[in-house]
């Protein structure tokens, strides 16, 4: 257990509140994004959330420190988020089913942006990306920006959800999105690229509409 | 090194999240940047990528209400209460 960890445990099993605001500050956010991959609805997150700290408290004397403390927390949740889920019959992300040896895909780019078979380079840019420094919703990151990312993230499948709101979004390690999720890192490497891969499309889409 | 061993811009859109997270051997990453320092247009792709991953960083408005954070200091109190007097 790193001693960060174990100032926490100890602390909270000593009751102390401070502690515990501190803990539920730093990742009420993350615990609520995640949730929302499952449950879809925020108020139902806000429950899962407030669900899975009370979880935390209730075994925090069984917890061992075999996995740090912010990766139990994440497990508490999945568990929770994912028997709310199945309540209210969602379909469950199960990434650990995802095979990316088996699954093809579909290109990050469209075919037709690139040259024929026939042509000089064939596969190389027929229609290149341009540059996006020049657009100023993007710079300042406008709130429709942020709106169009967040509808593009919306759309994917779950699994691809999963995947990117934990990494891009909470900034896990690539490490700790396995562990958690029980995946490989193969299978969360191409989760992660489908899913970047969509984002920029849409983006795409929406700075050249802008233009 | 002859034309066969170059990546196609088509396959450079594929290896992006490999190449960010570092996941590819020494000679690919060679390869790679080798293709790389000829064409604009997978360097601009490479640059899109990373501007997608930094936009993608910016939705983290999410928080739990006060309300939430209220219930919850006033479980941690009850939890706290169960806890001693069951001891």
Known sequence: ?211 | MGIEDEITCKEIVELVTDYLESAMSEPDRARFDRHLSTCRGCVIYLEQMRETIRLTGTLTEDSLSLVAKSNLMSAFHDWKREATSST
């Open chain 1, 1 to 211: 257990m790193s001693s960060e960890d174990q100032r926490v445990i100890t602390a909270l099993r000593s009751g102390d509140e401070d502690a515990f605001a501190v803990l539920v500050e730093r990742y009420s956010g993350q615990l609520q994004r995640l949730a929302y991959v499952y449950v879809k609805d925020r108020h139902v997150a806000e429950e899962v959330v407030q669900e899975t700290w009370i979880g935390l408290l209730q075994s925090i004397h069984r917890f061992e420190g075999r996995s740090s403390l912010k990766t139990w927390l994440f497990r508490i949740l999945l568990n929770v988020a994912r028997s709310r889920a199945r309540k209210e019959s969602r379909t469950i992300p199960f990434s650990s089913l995802f095979d990316a040896s088996k699954d093809a895909g579909e290109p990050s780019v469209d075919a037709d942006r690139f040259q024929p078979a026939s042509a000089r380079w064939p596969d190389h840019w027929a229609t290149p990306p341009s540059q996006w420094h020049q657009n100023p919703e993007l710079q300042a990151v406008s709130s429709e920006t942020r709106a169009h990312v967040k509808a593009a993230i919306d759309t994917l499948p779950d699994n691809q959800r999963e995947v990117i709101t934990l990494r891009d979004i909470d900034g896990l390690t690539s490490l700790e999105v396995c562990n958690l999720l029980t995946i490989s890192d193969t299978n969360q490497r191409v989760l992660l690229h489908r899913a970047r891969g969509k984002v920029r499309k849409a983006l795409e889409t929406y700075v050249g509409e802008a233009r």
